[in-house]
């Protein structure tokens, strides 16, 4: 069962070849099975309830079409009366008494929630090693990172221990684990799915996405995760057309752009090809290539990683031990209760980008950092605004690289470097996508769509008929 | 040494919302702690802020109201500090760009002169709750009920020179933010919160270094406490010293301000634009929605009463200075009575009344139906301004209604002619020898026959007939 | 920029966040290392373009002025990590 994506599931289920509860139990046992670490909390009780209760809905045709699928839930998004962790000490006890709205959207689905997944510590990461409860494996290579912050979730997609995991992408954080877990990863169009509920890093930049093997699968979750929302100010008020009904398109004529800052120096050679492979085959489809320029591409590292910070650091002040979360022990006083919940609550990458945007708002600073790098940010979305006059999507790798060594990158400022090739979609809000399309040395490698604003649909087609045509979607580390 | 004081106000005013500013809890007062605060308004993870349209046109209410600027694209920013009533440890306020800008606003002095009193700005944000310090030894409790309740910050120019002109500024603005109804004005429950920029400097010179005045919860407090720093100020300079900037509390109790230092350190608010809520626009027809939607202005109402009513400018602006007054007054001349001895009683017996018993026009015991009652029974000739006295009294005492207390207390004027002369004539008669004397020409006795025949009628007889009367019988 | 240790400590207690004396250097040096990068953005002609907040160009919406929120005060007591008579619990301010 674990084999089939969802649109098979959805069948399976509507054929009654099995229950939600038989493919729900069967999941619980795979994750148990699980060394990856891929969880923070299996919620078995709730899952079997819930399973039960889709298979009534589905007896009574009453069921929509995700009715009964199990999904691994990103353990940022609140979930009431479960423990919400952000992959923090800081909230290690902290039952949360509110839903996200994501989480609601799923919930009236019927959808049959596995558990929590594992992650960065509030998704400052690119690795999965900031987690409190520690690194995720990577399925393909279990001494490798699956890649951050949704690295749970990736990891579960790719093992098969879940057929959809729901992730965040503030820089990267559901394509760059995606492309390292050999997945399918979405972050859609800022705005497009709300963020009310989803513990937040950086709020301009933050967007919540689907996880899946295929782009049908993340085509059928979009449409029940998209939607505008009156809790979020920042929601789009605009319709979510039914991202499945474009999948069959034809990409014959599609303008495709190659920008040559994407295929730099710090480029690995063997992920250079595999990208390059793929782009032929879309040639091979009909499609037109040509190459682009996005001039301040390099500039979007020390603009996200103002930005961010700032951002964050103002995010995470309400993490004070004084509502609910981490409290020390014993505080002498009220800054001592400050210091030292903060301090003992939080893991060092975290603290280091609250101390970078504490810094870089201070009085003296704002102009030269923050101000600064909201005009950088411009420049990065004019550069794409010009581009896609020219070309309807732009590819290129994720990651400059396959997944690395669990331990191997120590210091801070390499692992922001490699994230050069997905800062710009979030700084510009645009929506993006990896897709599995080779390896290299035995390890997955992602091709980048990038579309314009709103362009999720068109991106989920070019993205499907590639699967259509390849199989490398449909690799399991179980097979090596 | 002849030193000038400057003085600037920034005055929070809550807005009389249902909801807070961005979240859907109740903003009412005087709930159990913490059961109106919800996970908005406590910050927990993963929440966000919706901005309330209501607080937006009460802004925007007040902008049109001082004539000022309207932003048409505000924008809200974060205030980064901690402290345990601040839940986000930011507050959401407005920095570079407030929805109101420049405007003005007419005060008048008590010398009858106006002046100007420059608006810098007036900014949207969202209120602290409430740290409790007497309510455990070891700890200080938080009650989040009052965060997130909506403030409007009005920020004036330093254009204030002494206490008096500061209060006369703050009771306009009190008076305003009332009359266009956005606020209720309660200062004991901190809905109108006052703080005070004040320095001092010698004539011609630049601007001194300024204190901030904080915890004034009464206009009487505001006069006292920046008397207070005036001298407090003036003494330090003349002994050589400077003053430091700094934030003082004022002490209502032990009348004394005394400096904060606590809330001085590290005071690097790091403002940046939040980005959970993105610019408000403002249409040029929700400004002309807003503006027809407007009551008449203290002012305008001012000026009615001084061209149609004919009042003198003083009663205009004493009536018109609370908004509660001016409604009190209207009511009565809507009921036809003449609108000079309205406003006589208003000012006269009913707020020598109110006064006396420290109470809010809006609790006096006598409507203002009732008390145009008793005027027209003036009028009519059923009673005099003297008796209307009694009954007044009598009916402050909730001895029953205008007609009630004349009947029961049988004070209706006598009026019958004969009745009135044979009084009169009784008094000539036991008063000979005064008699006399008014006839050799001590023209001033009229008033002491005025007074027997009153005196003889208890009171009701007309008091123009008995002149009338009297003149006619002497002569 | 460069940062001073001293420096580093004041920005940690503007964050409420308490670096040990032991670790200071490190600190300093690793958060210097980082603004190299950052650094970086002062090299970079942005001419005129307008500093941008928010990806998306779009503006507030406004809610309708509703009390939809009901009293769960007991629910989110019950995680808070002190609480008595109905408040949250801090050692005493002293103001």
Same mark, same amino acid.
């Given at each position: 069962? !674990?084999?089939?994506?969802?649109?098979?599931?959805?069948?399976?289920?509507?054929?009654?070849?099995?229950?939600?509860?038989?493919?729900?139990? !069967?999941?619980?046992?795979?994750?148990?099975?699980?060394?990856?670490?891929?969880?923070?909390?299996?919620?078995?009780?709730?899952?079997?309830? +819930? *399973?039960?209760? *889709? %298979?009534?809905?589905?007896?009574?045709?009453?069921?929509?079409?995700?009715?009964?699928?199990?999904?691994a839930h990103k353990d940022i998004f609140c979930t009431k009366g479960v423990k919400t962790t952000a992959g923090s000490k800081m909230l290690d006890s902290f039952i949360s008494p509110y839903d996200a709205t994501l989480t609601n959207k799923l919930n009236a689905e019927n959808m049959v929630m596995l558990g929590k997944t594992n992650m960065d510590e509030f998704a400052m990461g690119s690795s999965?090693?900031?987690?409190?409860?520690?690194?995720? +494996?990577?399925?393909?290579?279990?001494?490798?990172?699956?890649?951050?912050?949704?690295?749970?979730?990736?990891?579960?997609?790719?093992?098969?221990?879940?057929?959809?995991?729901?992730?965040?992408?503030?820089?990267?954080?559901?394509?760059?684990?995606?492309?390292?877990?050999?997945?399918?990863?979405?972050?859609?169009?800022?705005?497009?799915?709300?963020?009310?509920?989803?513990?937040?890093?950086?709020?301009?930049? %933050?967007?919540?996405?689907?996880?899946?093997?295929? *782009?049908?699968?993340?085509?059928?979750?979009?449409?029940?995760?998209?939607?505008?929302?009156?809790?979020?100010?920042?929601?789009?008020?605009?319709?979510?057309?039914?991202?499945?009904?474009?999948?069959?398109?034809?990409?014959?004529?599609?303008?495709?752009?190659?920008?040559?800052?994407?295929?730099?120096?710090?480029?690995?050679?063997?992920?250079?090809?595999?990208?390059?492979?793929? /782009?032929?085959?879309?040639?091979?489809?009909?499609?037109?290539?040509?190459?682009?320029?996005?001039?301040?591409?390099?500039?979007?590292?020390?603009?996200?990683?103002?930005?961010?910070?700032?951002?964050?650091?103002?995010?995470?002040?309400?993490?004070?031990?004084?509502?609910?979360?981490?409290?020390?022990?014993?505080?002498?006083?009220?800054?001592?209760?400050?210091?030292?919940?903060?301090?003992?609550?939080?893991?060092?990458? =975290?603290?280091?980008?609250?101390?970078?945007?504490?810094?870089?708002?201070?009085?003296?600073?704002?102009?030269?950092?923050?101000?600064?790098?909201?005009?950088?940010?411009?420049?990065?979305?004019?550069?794409?605004?010009?581009?896609?006059?020219?070309?309807? =999507? /732009?590819?290129?790798?994720?990651?400059?690289?396959?997944?690395?060594?669990?331990?191997?990158?120590?210091?801070?400022?390499?692992?922001?470097?490699?994230?050069?090739?997905?800062?710009?979609?979030?700084?510009?809000?645009?929506?993006?996508?990896?897709?599995?399309?080779?390896?290299?040395?035995?390890?997955?490698?992602?091709?980048?769509?990038?579309?314009? !604003?709103?362009?999720?649909?068109?991106?989920?087609?070019?993205? !499907? +008929?590639? +699967?259509?045509?390849? %199989?490398?979607?449909?690799?399991?580390?179980?097979?090596? | 040494?002849?030193?000038?004081?400057?003085?600037?106000?920034?005055?929070?005013?809550?807005?009389?919302t249902k909801s807070k500013i961005f979240s859907g809890a109740s903003t009412s007062f005087g709930s159990k702690a913490n059961t109106q605060a919800c996970a908005v308004d406590l910050g927990f993870p993963g929440v966000l802020p919706v901005l309330n349209q209501e607080a937006v046109k009460m802004a925007l209410r007040f902008g049109l109201s001082v004539n000022a600027t309207i932003n048409k694209?505000?924008?809200?920013?974060?205030?980064?500090?901690?402290?345990?009533?601040?839940?986000?440890?930011?507050?959401?306020?407005?920095?570079?760009?407030?929805?109101?800008?420049?405007?003005?606003?007419?005060?008048?002095?008590?010398?009858?002169?106006?002046?100007?009193?420059?608006?810098?700005?007036?900014?949207?944000?969202?209120?602290?709750?409430?740290?409790?310090?007497?309510?455990? @030894?070891?700890?200080?409790?938080?009650?989040?009920?009052?965060?997130?309740?909506?403030?409007?910050?009005?920020? $004036?120019?330093?254009?204030?020179?002494?206490?008096?002109?500061?209060?006369?500024?703050?009771?306009?603005?009190?008076?305003?933010?009332?009359?266009?109804?956005?606020?209720?004005?309660?200062?004991?429950?901190?809905?109108?919160?006052?703080?005070?920029?004040?320095?001092?400097?010698?004539?011609?010179?630049?601007?001194?270094?300024?204190?901030?005045?904080?915890?004034?919860?009464?206009?009487? &407090?505001?006069?006292?406490?920046?008397?207070?720093?005036?001298?407090?100020?003036? @003494?330090?300079?003349?002994?050589?010293?400077?003053?430091?900037?700094?934030?003082?509390?004022? @002490?209502?109790?032990?009348?004394?301000?005394? $400096?904060?230092?606590?809330?001085?350190?590290?005071? @690097?608010?790091?403002?940046?634009?939040?980005?959970?809520?993105?610019?408000?626009?403002?249409?040029?027809?929700?400004?002309?929605?807003?503006?027809?939607?407007?009551?008449?202005?203290?002012?305008?109402?001012?000026?009615?009463?001084?061209?149609?009513?004919?009042?003198?400018?003083?009663?205009?602006?004493?009536?018109?200075?609370?908004?509660?007054?001016?409604?009190?007054?209207?009511?009565?001349?809507?009921?036809?009575?003449?609108?000079?001895?309205?406003?006589?009683?208003?000012?006269?017996?009913?707020?020598?009344?109110?006064?006396?018993?420290?109470?809010?026009?809006?609790?006096?015991?006598?409507?203002?139906?009732?008390?145009?009652?008793?005027?027209?029974?003036?009028?009519?000739?059923?009673?005099?301004?003297?008796i209307a006295k009694d009954v007044f009294k009598l009916m402050w005492d909730g001895n029953g209604t205008v007609d009630e207390i004349i009947e029961k207390q049988g004070l209706k004027q006598v009026t019958d002619s004969s009745a009135i002369e044979s009084i009169i004539d009784d008094v000539i008669a036991n008063n000979p020898d005064q008699v006399q004397q008014y006839k050799d020409g001590n023209?001033?006795?009229?008033?002491? &026959?005025?007074?027997?025949?009153?005196?003889?009628?208890?009171?009701?007889?007309?008091?123009?007939?008995?002149?009338?009367?009297?003149?006619?019988?002497?002569? | 920029?460069?940062?001073?240790?001293?420096?580093?400590?004041?920005?940690?207690?503007?964050?409420?966040?308490?670096?040990?004396?032991?670790?200071?250097?490190?600190?300093?040096?690793?958060?210097?290392?980082?603004?190299?990068?950052?650094?970086?953005?002062?090299?970079?002609?942005?001419?005129?373009?307008?500093?941008?907040?928010?990806?998306?160009?779009?503006?507030?919406?406004?809610?309708?002025?509703?009390?939809?929120?009901?009293?769960?005060?007991?629910?989110?007591?019950?995680?808070?990590?002190?609480?008595?008579?109905?408040?949250?619990?801090?050692?005493?301010?002293?103001?």
């Amino acid at each position: 069962m !674990h084999n089939l994506t969802i649109a098979e599931q959805i069948k399976g289920l509507r054929n009654k070849d099995f229950s939600s509860l038989e493919l729900t139990q !069967h999941y619980l046992n795979r994750i148990n099975d699980s060394e990856l670490n891929a969880f923070i909390s299996v919620t078995s009780n709730q899952a079997l309830s +819930q *399973a039960k209760e *889709a %298979d009534k809905k589905i007896a009574n045709g009453k069921s929509s079409s995700l009715t009964g699928i199990p999904y691994a839930h990103k353990d940022i998004f609140c979930t009431k009366g479960v423990k919400t962790t952000a992959g923090s000490k800081m909230l290690d006890s902290f039952i949360s008494p509110y839903d996200a709205t994501l989480t609601n959207k799923l919930n009236a689905e019927n959808m049959v929630m596995l558990g929590k997944t594992n992650m960065d510590e509030f998704a400052m990461g690119s690795s999965n090693e900031n987690s409190y409860f520690g690194p995720v +494996q990577n399925p393909w290579d279990k001494a490798k990172v699956p890649g951050g912050s949704s690295g749970g979730s990736a990891a579960a997609v790719a093992a098969r221990i879940s057929p959809f995991a729901t992730g965040t992408d503030t820089g990267g954080s559901i394509r760059q684990p995606a492309s390292l877990c050999g997945i399918t990863g979405l972050k859609p169009t800022y705005g497009r799915i709300s963020r009310y509920g989803m513990i937040a890093y950086a709020s301009s930049l %933050d967007q919540a996405g689907p996880l899946t093997r295929t *782009a049908e699968d993340a085509a059928i979750v979009l449409n029940a995760m998209a939607g505008f929302d009156t809790n979020d100010s920042t929601s789009a008020n605009k319709s979510v057309p039914n991202y499945t009904q474009c999948l069959e398109n034809s990409v014959n004529g599609l303008k495709i752009g190659l920008p040559k800052e994407y295929f730099s120096d710090g480029l690995d050679k063997g992920v250079e090809k595999v990208v390059m492979q793929s /782009i032929k085959e879309y040639e091979s489809m009909g499609a037109k290539v040509q190459e682009v320029s996005l001039p301040n591409t390099v500039h979007a590292i020390p603009a996200y990683y103002i930005v961010a910070p700032c951002e964050c650091s103002s995010n995470l002040s309400r993490f004070d031990g004084v509502k609910y979360g981490y409290r020390c022990e014993d505080p002498r006083d009220l800054n001592d209760l400050y210091l030292r919940s903060r301090s003992e609550g939080f893991g060092d990458e =975290v603290k280091r980008r609250i101390m970078i945007g504490t810094y870089a708002l201070s009085a003296g600073y704002y102009d030269a950092y923050y101000l600064k790098a909201q005009k950088v940010r411009q420049l990065i979305s004019e550069d794409f605004k010009k581009t896609f006059k020219d070309v309807d =999507v /732009i590819m290129s790798p994720v990651s400059p690289s396959a997944a690395f060594d669990l331990g191997s990158v120590k210091d801070p400022v390499s692992m922001y470097l490699a994230d050069i090739y997905t800062l710009s979609v979030n700084l510009a809000g645009l929506p993006g996508m990896s897709i599995p399309a080779g390896f290299s040395d035995n390890l997955p490698v992602g091709l980048q769509l990038i579309g314009n !604003h709103w362009s999720e649909e068109l991106l989920l087609n070019v993205a !499907h +008929q590639f +699967q259509m045509r390849t %199989d490398w979607h449909n690799y399991s580390p179980a097979d090596r | 040494m002849t030193w000038e004081t400057v003085i600037g106000l920034e005055i929070h005013s809550q807005l009389k919302t249902k909801s807070k500013i961005f979240s859907g809890a109740s903003t009412s007062f005087g709930s159990k702690a913490n059961t109106q605060a919800c996970a908005v308004d406590l910050g927990f993870p993963g929440v966000l802020p919706v901005l309330n349209q209501e607080a937006v046109k009460m802004a925007l209410r007040f902008g049109l109201s001082v004539n000022a600027t309207i932003n048409k694209n505000s924008i809200f920013a974060r205030k980064n500090y901690f402290y345990p009533d601040l839940p986000k440890g930011y507050q959401i306020s407005q920095f570079e760009i407030p929805i109101v800008g420049n405007g003005a606003i007419d005060i008048t002095l008590d010398s009858g002169e106006n002046k100007m009193v420059g608006i810098t700005r007036a900014h949207l944000e969202e209120d602290a709750g409430k740290s409790i310090h007497d309510l455990y @030894d070891d700890y200080t409790a938080i009650d989040l009920n009052r965060a997130g309740t909506p403030l409007l910050e009005i920020v $004036s120019e330093p254009d204030m020179s002494s206490a008096q002109e500061a209060v006369a500024y703050a009771k306009k603005i009190h008076s305003l933010v009332q009359y266009i109804d956005i606020c209720d004005g309660n200062m004991q429950e901190g809905s109108f919160r006052c703080d005070a920029n004040v320095s001092v400097r010698k004539k011609g010179d630049k601007l001194g270094t300024r204190a901030e005045l904080k915890n004034i919860n009464s206009f009487k &407090f505001l006069e006292k406490a920046i008397n207070l720093e005036v001298d407090r100020q003036i @003494d330090i300079l003349e002994e050589g010293g400077s003053v430091i900037q700094e934030t003082r509390l004022y @002490d209502s109790i032990k009348n004394e301000t005394r $400096s904060m230092r606590s809330k001085e350190e590290a005071n @690097d608010y790091r403002y940046f634009p939040d980005p959970d809520l993105l610019p408000v626009a403002i249409s040029d027809e929700l400004l002309i929605e807003i503006k027809k939607e407007l009551p008449e202005l203290p002012t305008e109402k001012k000026l009615r009463f001084v061209e149609k009513l004919e009042l003198s400018s003083y009663d205009a602006e004493v009536l018109t200075s609370q908004k509660e007054v001016a409604d009190y007054f209207e009511i009565m001349i809507n009921q036809e009575v003449d609108a000079k001895l309205s406003a006589n009683w208003v000012m006269g017996e009913l707020s020598a009344a109110l006064n006396k018993n420290q109470l809010e026009i809006s609790d006096s015991p006598i409507s203002a139906n009732e008390l145009s009652k008793l005027l027209s029974r003036i009028t009519d000739n059923t009673i005099s301004g003297k008796i209307a006295k009694d009954v007044f009294k009598l009916m402050w005492d909730g001895n029953g209604t205008v007609d009630e207390i004349i009947e029961k207390q049988g004070l209706k004027q006598v009026t019958d002619s004969s009745a009135i002369e044979s009084i009169i004539d009784d008094v000539i008669a036991n008063n000979p020898d005064q008699v006399q004397q008014y006839k050799d020409g001590n023209s001033k006795l009229l008033g002491f &026959f005025v007074g027997q025949v009153m005196k003889a009628s208890q009171g009701k007889a007309n008091p123009k007939q008995v002149n009338e009367i009297l003149n006619e019988k002497l002569s | 920029m460069s940062l001073d240790n001293k420096k580093v400590k004041e920005i940690a207690y503007l964050a409420r966040l308490n670096i040990e004396d032991s670790e200071i250097e490190q600190s300093t040096a690793e958060l210097n290392n980082i603004l190299k990068l950052m650094d970086k953005l002062g090299e970079i002609d942005t001419g005129d373009a307008q500093p941008m907040a928010h990806p998306l160009k779009m503006s507030q919406r406004l809610r309708e002025d509703n009390v939809t929120e009901e009293d769960l005060s007991e629910e989110f007591q019950a995680i808070a990590p002190k609480t008595g008579k109905g408040h949250f619990l801090v050692p005493t301010v002293i103001e």
